[in-house]
């Protein structure tokens, strides 16, 4: 169930955002949603649910064939010694 929430802005940040909204053409609401959920992942207090959405939500974005993927994954790296 969704939550009606009401906040203040700086007027720069607000007009960003929906410039962003509207280049990813997504509603202002998703794209503070989705900022809030990377927000809450990356202090380390969005454990559970809000991990497995992130992984769901971004789930085939990247079209890889299984060919270039063990390319990549085989290609030597950074943290090669």
């Known amino acids: 169930m969704k939550k009606k ?6 007027e720069e940040l ?8 509207l280049l990813e053409k997504k ?3 998703q794209l503070l949603e989705d ?4 927000y809450l992942l990356t202090v ?3 454990k ?3 991990q497995n959405d992130i992984v769901a939500d971004t789930r ?3 079209k890889v064939s299984q060919k270039t993927l ?3 994954m085989e290609e030597g790296g950074l943290y090669d010694t």
């Not at 929430?5 to 700086?10: A, K």
């Not at 900022?35 to 990377?38: D, F, H, N």
Request: hydrophobic content about 50%; cysteine-free.
């Open 14 to 21: 607000f007009f960003e955002a929906k410039k962003a909204a």
């Open 48 to 50: 559970g649910k809000l």
């Open 44 to 46: 380390g207090t969005g």
């Open 60 to 62: 085939g974005i990247m």
């Open 5 to 10: 929430v009401g906040t203040l802005l700086e």
């Open 35 to 38: 900022a809030l959920k990377i």
């Open 70 to 72: 063990k390319a990549v």
């Open 27 to 29: 509603p202002l609401s």
